[in-house]
């Protein structure tokens, strides 16, 4: 499918793929997503809660 990098769909397209490209990369999976996104998404998750 497609390299992984900041697309969401890459998810969906092949997750093997994202399993061994989040080692760099971890903008795939929801949890670590907040953790790629260096903004105020970062803290507007956990401080939503």
């Not at 990098?5 to 997503?33: D, F, K």
């Not at 790629?36 to 939503?48: D, E, K």
């Amino acid at each position: 499918c497609r390299p992984c990098g900041p697309t969401p769909l890459a998810n969906s397209c092949n997750e093997p793929c994202v399993r061994q490209c989040q080692n760099s990369t971890v903008i795939i999976e929801p949890p670590p997503m907040m953790v790629a996104l260096p903004g105020p998404i970062l803290s507007s998750f956990p401080h939503n809660t």
